[in-house]
């Protein structure tokens, strides 16, 4: 299923390091396309990253 624009545009805020809502971090997560550290770092996990830089082919 593709994604939302607003969910591309999610992934691609963590990517750059800018910062996320509580809830759009969440959705990354639960979606298995991010990993939130205790301190509260987030980055891509694989998956989400082959999402980002697929759209950008």
Request: net charge negative.
């Amino acid at each position: 299923m593709p994604l939302t624009a607003q969910q591309q545009r999610i992934l691609e805020d963590i990517q750059a390091t800018r910062p996320v809502s509580d809830a759009d971090a969440n959705w990354a997560v639960e979606a298995g396309y991010a990993a939130q550290a205790e301190d509260g770092d987030i980055d891509l996990t694989q998956e989400g990253r082959q999402l980002v830089d697929t759209t950008r082919l």
